[in-house]
Nanobody, 127 residues
């Protein structure tokens, strides 16, 4: 299993970035793929996730209306379009996957639901 996150960078408040997570090595039928973020001294937080089979998405409250998660099945890539970025969005962003998420009682925003993790990509929003 491989998850490769990219697209981070430095942006001003109000700007946009699009993160990409290229994934391979696992079946998608029952999978969930999520984006998480972490700042030093804090726990890793679920930002957004997609349950691939039913194509349902979830967002943490602080990014609703600003971030959009999407998939390109032909490219085996999940994107996180981040708009109207704020300084509090500054973090290292990770993508993660659970190959057998379908039927889980728990939200795919829960980090313990994911078995596979990519390396992080730094997002810095300047004020």
């Amino acid at each position: 299993v491989q998850l490769q996150a990219s697209g981070g960078g430095l942006v001003q408040t109000g700007g946009s970035l699009r993160l990409s997570c290229a994934h391979s090595g696992f079946r998608l039928d029952f999978a969930a793929i999520g984006w998480f973020r972490q700042v030093p001294g804090k726990e890793r937080e679920g930002v957004s996730c997609v349950s691939v089979g039913p194509n349902t998405t979830k967002y943490t409250d602080s990014v609703k209306g600003r971030f959009i998660i999407s998939r390109d099945s032909a490219k085996n890539t999940v994107y996180l379009q981040m708009n109207n970025l704020k300084p509090e969005d500054t973090a290292v962003y990770y993508c993660a996957a659970n190959e057998y998420y379908s039927g889980s009682y728990y939200s795919c925003l829960e980090r313990y639901e994911h078995d596979y993790w990519g390396q992080g990509t730094q997002v810095t929003v300047s004020s």
